[in-house]
C-alpha cells in the first residue's frame, strides 16, 4: 500500500491526506514526529533523502516529495483534476502563489504564535511581519473567491486543496480572519464537502514512525 509520512499539525501534510479522505483512496499515514528531529533519523533520510514531510512513498518503491506534486498523483482519475490544459495551467499558478506568497508566511507565524510559543518569545516583529506578507497574499485570494465560487469557478478540486491547507489555518498565524470574508464562506464550502476531514484527524490513525536506535 501506499505510505504517507507526515507530521501533526502541518498543513501541507493535510493536503494530500484530505485527497485520500475525497477520493477514498487507501494510503497507510505515518507520523514523523519531527520535534523530536526523527526527519534527520538515518532511517527516515534513507527513506527521503530530503528529509522533509509530507513524503509520499508508491507502492513501486518510488518516492514523491513536495504536497502540491502529491495531489496531482493521489486525484488521478477522480473529479479532482482540472479537466482542460487551460485549467491545468491555472491550477499550477495558484500552487506556485500558495507555496511562495500564502505558505512561507503563514506556516513560521503560526509554528512561533500557535504551535511553539515558547520558540516565539521576543521574535514579535518578525512574526508581524510574516503575518502582514500573509495577508497580502490573502488579499489575493479573497478578491479571487469574490468572483469564483471556487479556486477554478464552480468546480471544487486540488487547486482548493493546496490554496485550503495553510489558509484555513490563518486564524492560528495569528491573523484576523474576518478581513477576509469570501475566504470564510469558501472555507465552510470546503469543510461540508462529503467525505471532508479536520487537521486533527491526520494522525489519528497514522502509525508512528520508528527511526533507527540510537
Ligand atoms: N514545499 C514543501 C514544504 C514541506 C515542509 O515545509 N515540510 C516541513 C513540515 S510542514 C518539514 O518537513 N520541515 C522539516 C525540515 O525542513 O527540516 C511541501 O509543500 O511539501
Not at 491526506?17 to 538515518?42: E, K, M, P, W, Y
Not at 487551460?86 to 506556485?96: E, H, I, P, V
Not at 489519528?204 to 514512525?209: C, D, M, T, V
Amino acid at each position: 500500500m501506499e505510505k504517507l509520512f507526515v507530521t501533526r499539525g502541518s498543513g501541507n501534510c493535510f493536503k494530500p491526506f484530505l485527497v485520500s479522505c475525497l477520493t477514498g483512496r487507501n494510503i497507510d499515514i505515518v507520523n514523523v514526529d519531527l520535534l523530536a528531529v526523527h526527519h534527520r533519523s538515518r532511517t527516515f533520510l534513507s527513506i527521503n533523502p530530503l528529509g522533509r514531510v509530507p513524503y509520499l512513498l508508491l507502492e513501486d518503491g518510488d518516492g514523491i516529495g513536495e504536497s502540491n506534486a502529491m495531489l496531482w498523483l493521489l486525484a488521478e482519475g477522480s473529479k479532482l483534476l482540472p479537466g482542460t490544459v487551460k485549467d491545468r495551467a491555472r491550477s499550477l499558478q495558484w500552487m506556485f502563489f500558495e507555496q511562495t506568497r500564502l505558505e512561507p508566511f503563514i506556516s513560521p507565524a503560526r509554528f512561533l504564535s500557535h504551535i511553539a510559543p515558547d520558540r516565539g518569545a521576543g521574535r514579535g516583529d518578525e512574526i508581524a511581519a510574516w503575518q502582514g506578507k500573509a495577508m497580502a497574499g490573502l488579499r489575493i485570494v479573497n478578491d479571487h473567491l469574490q468572483k469564483s465560487r471556487f479556486m477554478l469557478g464552480d468546480t471544487f478540486g486540488i487547486t482548493d486543496i493546496a490554496i485550503f491547507g495553510y489558509v484555513h489555518l490563518g486564524h492560528e498565524a495569528g491573523i484576523d480572519m474576518a478581513a477576509f470574508p469570501a475566504v470564510l464562506a469558501w472555507i465552510e464550502q470546503v469543510q461540508s464537502l462529503p467525505g471532508f476531514q479536520p487537521l486533527s484527524m491526520l494522525c489519528e490513525r497514522a502509525s508512528p514512525f520508528v527511526r533507527e536506535a540510537a
